[in-house]
């Protein structure tokens, strides 16, 4: 099955730092997408990004398909994007609409 | 965005007995819902996925007659946990898309099996 790799594992930030997250994927996608997932364990929808690039707010996210990587920037840091932030990849033809997740970045930010 | 709701967030059962986990898609039709498994500190790990009014299909690994899933109308699905035992305790979470669009995850739910 599609590997999905996501780099750092964990990550510890001053706050109002930048950031950059990785996720390698093995395979042709349909469709990416990068969530955080909250203490309480709920799942934040971030970007819906099968290709190019998407900005919301201090949040932005680029999709190079061809080359099968994604990252995720964080810009100006706060304490509340501490977490778990996972990339989730639908493989090319997998026909069900399966989202298959990455290995996750813990990021820390400390005041 | 959408909601998907998922209750209960938390339950404590009884080795032996059966536990029932709903997923609701509040505003949209859910062509398709999902149920994973969750470590800790660990990745999610696809379960099955559904669609509605057909049958399950399963991850190879994950055993369909103790993980019941139903997907009865394009707003609910539910996970039975059968027999459950002390190794079955996890979070649980769901997710639902309309169509390909983007997916939605429900809040989880946290069994523990005493």
């Known amino acids: 099955g599609i590997q999905v790799e996501q780099s750092p594992p964990d990550l510890i930030l001053q706050e109002g730092a930048n950031s950059t997250l990785r996720c390698n994927f093995s395979d042709s996608v349909n469709n990416l997408q990068w969530f955080h997932q909250n203490p309480w364990g709920q799942l934040i929808n971030l970007f819906y990004?099968?290709?190019g690039t998407k900005q919301n707010g201090r949040l932005s996210a680029t999709t190079v398909a061809t080359e099968r990587y994604s990252l995720l920037y964080i810009s100006s840091s706060q304490t509340t994007d501490s977490g778990v932030y996972f990339c989730?990849?639908?493989?090319f033809g997998a026909g069900a609409n399966n989202l298959f997740f990455g290995t996750g970045t813990r990021l820390t930010v400390i005041p | 965005g959408a909601v998907v709701s998922q209750h209960p967030s938390r339950v404590i059962c009884k080795s032996g007995t059966s536990v029932k986990i709903e997923c609701r898609s509040l505003?949209?039709?859910?062509?398709?819902m999902f149920w994973y498994r969750q470590f800790p500190k660990q990745s999610l790990m696809l379960m099955a996925t559904s669609n509605e009014g057909s049958k399950a299909t399963y991850e190879q690994g994950v055993e369909k007659d103790k993980f019941l899933i139903n997907h009865a109308s394009l707003t609910l699905s539910t996970l039975t946990v059968t027999s459950a035992h002390p190794e079955d305790s996890s979070f649980y979470i769901c997710?639902?898309?309309?169509?390909?669009?983007?997916?939605?995850f429900g809040q989880g739910t946290r069994l523990t099996v005493v």
């Open positions: 990004i099968p290709s």
């Open positions: 997710s639902a898309r309309e169509g390909e669009t983007e997916a939605f």
């Open positions: 505003d949209f039709q859910a062509t398709t």
């Open positions: 989730a990849v639908e493989p």
